[in-house]
């Protein structure tokens, strides 16, 4: 599978929408941890189960080695990242976490929604 015109991808990991994926849940993780513990089993949990799920529907529709597969799983990723926004955007309103805070990972779920949305378009 090819990203990026005649660029050679070597596996999935070689794809930089799910690179930065794999980064942003990194970061996500450790902001989550920030949250109360009071919110273990709610928004921390919904939280790290959105962010994981980005990387991981781009690795499994990737390896489908279907070309619909692949579309379905990249649009799941891309819901994923709506979630993880909108957890995080509720997570500044509650106070839980300033707006400053989410500002770069809200810039890079923009970001990433658009390769994905790109990504999706070209396997059309």
């Known amino acids: ?30 902001l989550s941890a920030e949250l109360p513990s ?6 921390v949990a919904q ?13 499994e529709g990737y390896g489908r080695q279907a070309t619909g597969e692949y579309r379905h799983h990249l649009s799941m990723a891309r ?16 106070g839980f976490l300033k707006t400053r805070q989410i500002e770069k990972e809200l810039d890079e779920t923009e970001q990433l929604s658009k390769m994905l949305a790109s990504l999706i378009a070209k396997l059309r």
């Open 1 to 30: 599978m090819n990203e990026k015109g005649s660029q050679k991808i070597k596996g999935y990991q070689g794809l930089l929408v799910w690179q930065r994926a794999m980064e942003l849940a990194e970061r996500v993780y450790k």
């Open 38 to 43: 009071s919110e273990q089993y709610g928004l």
């Open 47 to 59: 939280i790290r189960r959105s962010t994981v799920s980005v990387p991981s529907n781009i690795a």
């Open 79 to 94: 819901g994923s990242l709506l979630e993880l926004e909108t957890q995080l955007l509720l997570c500044a309103k509650l």
